[in-house]
């Protein structure tokens, strides 16, 4: 046992209860990284009542802070101290361990000096330290003690003055992620790679500029640990966290926590099937039945995991269908389609199997079982169709524990340690069914004992060479000719530290790719179906600096070339989204964010696993474009077409090549050959795109997101704007055309701009397109206006004129210069007057009131001085009668919108005071006071009004508001007769 004291020093006691003193750290003699030795007491403390202070003076140990926190890792043989002034220590302990006080050696100070709190993942060899600040540093011990990353809440908008410093933090059992409790508030959990995958505190948006403050006044659901987090504690699988609030002491707090299905160690990979599995239910991602992806919900039998709890180990069959699921003893297979389990029939027989991890070799399925009695293991081969030791097609006897294990196609690898690797070749005879009697047969292959001071592997993964491979051979049945040509030569290592490598089966030769790397999936000869759209790249693997995309170098022997062509090495991945595998047929990685839902039955928020996808079409796309495959990139993009992400994945490919071009172009300015390398991948991608009807669409829209200083560039290579906009005309994609509109003022000047634009403008009228009508009214109004600035400053556009015509609101209406006529005006304002008023005279003599209204309100098209001048024109009623029955027809009063387009128009009619319009629409709506107003001062009217109303049968309807009328009217009736 090794105590740290308040003065700084260290005292040792063996569990027998022997005393061998007490060691002080000797502070007065380091540099900034290094520590000097221990000073060490020759005399045994000994139980005689002395006290520290005596002891220290008379051993000349310096006074100094106190010893907060111990940290002893056996895996690294490495002592942290933690003062409580915040300085860190990390010192070397030799094989004896923490016995002899001299083998204690003090190495590096750590961190800033402001370290709260410590906890070591042993495996990852990564030490986690949290600070006064708030944040928490991961030092990675297999690198010297190097500061790899920082992990905050600041980028979710939170501070040190909202969360407190950091008061615990706990890494998780298989030292995959790490909890974070912070002093004033809240709790999250972090991957190794810094995902942030759950946190009890609420989320404000990434864009907020100030920091979230929850009143306690709010009506809204409480908050985990809205008082701070003391303490917190995984339970021994890793399924739950439990956690004390700061201040309250009478509650535990648990969190269930779902694991991903990523297959480290022994248990096999999936791809098609995406799972994360809880203690004793598995969440599966699905994807076929429609484009979005769904969480199903899956309960394991009570039957067996009530007395087989915790799920430890899961896998999915090659095909997704299956599901391998092994508690803590024997296991048990779902099958998907028919929604069924199957179990052993013989409790016994599960009993005897302690499963340590699964792999499905085609329809079988292979348990690595520990057998306890005589502390070994073995391979057994269950056919998916009846678990049964009837049933069992092989057992396999293992040299040792098993490190990890991979399986392709009929080759199983299996690694002991320290780092030997065996690969065993399945030959099945017979057929597969419960009527036959087939037999399995394993035979060594290849044997390696490879040695290396490197960290263990974590995880290992066959690398098939890519050669078209014949059709007709089956999965499980090969003959000896073809064993050599199948065999796989090479796989991929993932050790604990996250270094990727690659490893040469023929020579034992390792090649180091790559490092902080958590996860990776090999997509090579992962599926013989047409579907696959990533057949043509070697792997992907997922680290802190997100996801990069493989792909082999072009040769004979890709895997011998001395660099792979990697592409893409960052793809954006949501930090909030944890991958959890692909989905090939659909060109995207699929993973999981954590959703706060809100119920009034609980106390505290739902924490929901939430599916998300993430496209890796573009970077395919470009990868084959760079390799001159022109023809494999068009058969792939015709297989996505009918991908919901399409179109986004065109706009990404061809800003990503163009950006790039733009990129390199800043850097080589002088070299020509380098620039019309990238041209080349440009008009590659613009053929490629033109190949589909999104291509219109997505040129304007990269063209959009880049600075117009570089549109030349771009529309080189994707054609001419005007062309392009001519296309979108044709096709009457007018909203398209509209965005071309900027770009052909560009490109090509404003006088062809405003052509095109009056034409566009032309077109949305006859199509009722009133808003993208009213956008191309302020462009080519502003584009004019600028047009005349910048030719003469003596005959600007009068901004009266124009406050008036677009911004009414702004500008009362008499500010319009009566005297201003059309011959003043520029050629472009009055084709735009001209254009909008004969649309206007156009709806008003068709009677085509609503679109009337959605025509003024979309270009702020000046109604009242229209009014005016056609009062006489196309604006007149002939007939009060026919005129009632035909708006009448129009406007049907029955609708909400109709009685407000109504409502819109009579208010302009009443400001130009036009009777006659007056009258019908204060009829349709039914305005009394409206009309009485109108009528007390006019009685000819009021008697002419009333008698055709009277008069037709039609407007029977409105005798009630005649009446109400005439009752009001009959004063000023009775003394206009006086």
Not at 944 to 959: D, K, N, R
């Amino acid at each position: 046992m090794l105590l740290g004291l308040s003065d700084g020093s260290l005292y040792s006691i063996s569990w027998k209860g022997e005393f061998y003193g007490v060691f002080g750290l000797d502070s007065s003699q380091h540099n900034e990284n290094e520590v000097a030795t221990l000073s060490h007491s020759p005399v045994n403390f000994t139980a005689s009542g002395e006290d520290d202070s005596t002891f220290a003076s008379n051993n000349n140990v310096s006074k100094k802070a106190a010893i907060a926190q111990l940290e002893f890792c056996v895996s690294m043989r490495l002592l942290l101290v933690l003062y409580s002034d915040g300085q860190l220590v990390s010192c070397s302990v030799s094989k004896k361990g923490l016995k002899a006080g001299e083998s204690i050696k003090p190495e590096k100070k750590l961190g800033n000096g402001d370290a709260v709190c410590t906890s070591v993942a042993g495996d990852q060899l990564i030490l986690a330290v949290g600070t006064r600040r708030g944040v928490v540093e991961l030092y990675d011990f297999a690198d010297s003690g190097l500061l790899i990353r920082t992990i905050s809440l600041y980028d979710w908008g939170y501070t040190m003055e909202d969360t407190g410093f950091v008061s615990c933090i706990e890494w998780t059992p298989d030292n995959s992620a790490f909890a974070v409790g912070w002093k004033l508030r809240g709790l999250t959990v972090w991957s190794v790679s810094g995902c942030r995958l759950m946190s009890t505190i609420r989320q404000i948006g990434l864009s907020s500029a100030s920091s979230p403050v929850v009143k306690t006044n709010q009506d809204c659901k409480y908050e985990p640990l809205m008082g701070g987090t003391s303490l917190m504690q995984w339970d021994e699988y890793g399924y739950r966290l439990y956690a004390i609030e700061e201040g309250s002491l009478e509650r535990i707090l648990a969190f269930s926590f779902g694991k991903c299905c990523l297959s480290r160690g022994v248990s096999g990979m999936t791809y098609v099937r995406q799972v994360i599995y809880g203690e004793d239910r598995l969440l599966v991602v699905q994807s076929e039945e429609t484009d979005e992806l769904k969480m199903l919900h899956l309960n394991l039998p009570v039957s067996y995991i009530s007395h087989n709890w915790p799920v430890q180990h899961v896998a999915a069959s090659k095909d997704g269908m299956y599901l391998a699921v092994a508690g803590l003893h024997g296991l048990i297979l779902y099958d998907i389609r028919l929604k069924k389990w199957r179990v052993f029939g013989d409790i016994s027989q599960e009993q005897k199997i302690q499963c340590e991890g699964l792999l499905w070799l085609g329809k079988i399925v292979v348990v690595c079982n520990y057998i306890d009695s005589s502390n070994m293991y073995e391979l057994l081969f269950y056919p998916r169709y009846h678990l049964d030791q009837s049933s069992l097609l092989c057992r396999k006897s293992l040299l040792a524990k098993p490190m990890v294990m991979d399986v392709y196609e009929d080759y199983i690898l299996v690694t002991y340690r320290p780092f030997d690797v065996h690969i065993f070749h399945v030959k099945l005879s017979g057929e597969l069914t419960p009527s036959s009697s087939p037999d399995l047969q394993l035979s060594t292959v290849r044997e390696l004992s490879i040695m290396t001071a490197k960290s263990h592997p974590a995880a290992m993964r066959f690398i098939p060479d890519q050669i078209p491979r014949d059709s007709a051979l089956d999965n499980h049945i090969s003959s000896s000719s073809n064993l050599l040509a199948r065999e796989p030569a090479r796989c991929l290592i993932l050790r604990t530290n996250g270094e990727l490598s690659l490893l040469d089966l023929d020579d034992g030769r390792e090649r180091e790719l790559t490092n902080s790397v958590e996860l990776f999936w090999v997509t090579c000869g992962l599926s013989e179906e047409k579907t696959n759209l990533i057949e043509d790249v070697s792997w992907l693997d997922y680290g802190y600096r997100g996801m990069q995309v493989w792909y082999p170098s072009p040769g004979v022997d890709s895997f011998k070339q001395e660099d792979f062509l990697q592409l893409d090495p960052d793809l954006e991945f949501d930090r909030e989204v944890y991958p959890l595998g692909l989905l090939p047929n659909a060109g995207v990685v699929v993973g999981v964010s954590q959703r706060m839902s809100f119920s009034a039955c609980t106390e505290f928020p739902c924490f929901e696993p939430t599916p998300q996808a993430q496209t890796i079409l573009h970077c395919l796309l470009r990868h084959l474009l760079q390799r001159d495959k022109s023809e494999e990139a068009l058969r792939l993009a015709k297989i996505s077409a009918e991908k919901p992400h399409f179109s986004h994945c065109l706009e990404w490919l061809l800003f990503t090549v163009f950006d790039a071009e733009i990129s390199r172009q800043n850097v080589n300015k002088n070299q020509i050959s380098v620039q019309k390398q990238n041209v080349s991948l440009l008009e590659k991608t613009c053929d490629l795109i033109r190949n589909f009807p999104e291509y219109l669409d997505v040129v304007v829209n990269v063209a959009r997101k880049t600075d117009g200083r570089h549109w030349a560039d771009l529309f080189t290579a994707a054609g001419r704007s005007t062309e392009l906009f001519e296309d979108c005309f044709q096709r009457r994609w007018y909203r398209t055309a509209a965005c071309y509109i900027l770009v052909i003022a560009k490109l090509e000047g404003p006088a062809v701009s405003q052509y095109c634009a009056l034409r566009l403008l032309q077109a949305t009228l006859d199509e009722s397109l009133y808003e993208l009508a009213g956008e191309l009214v302020r462009f080519l109004l502003r584009s004019g206006r600028d047009f005349e600035q910048s030719s003469t400053d003596s005959e600007k556009l009068s901004p009266r004129f124009l406050g008036y015509f677009l911004f009414r609101s702004s500008f009362s209406r008499s500010s319009l210069d009566k005297s201003t006529s059309f011959k003043d005006q520029s050629a472009h304002i009055a084709s735009v007057k001209n254009i909008l008023e004969n649309h206007a005279s156009y709806l008003m003599s068709g009677k085509e009131l609503s679109k009337l209204v959605a025509f003024v309100k979309g270009t702020q098209f000046d109604l009242v001085e229209y009014l005016q001048r056609e009062r006489y024109g196309s604006a007149r009623l002939e007939n009060f009668a026919s005129g009632l029955e035909l708006i009448g027809q129009k406007l049907q009063m029955g609708t909400l919108q109709s009685r407000l387009d109504a409502e819109f128009l009579l208010a302009h009619m009443c400001s130009v005071k036009f009777k006659e319009w007056i009258v019908v629409l204060a009829t349709l709506l039914r305005r009394s006071e409206v009309l009485f107003d109108l009528f007390r001062h006019d009685m000819r009217l009021w008697k002419a009004y009333s008698m055709t109303l009277q008069s037709h049968p039609a407007f029977a309807e409105y005798h009630d508001l005649l009446d109400d009328l005439e009752k009001k009217l009959s004063p000023t009736a009775n003394s206009e007769d006086k």
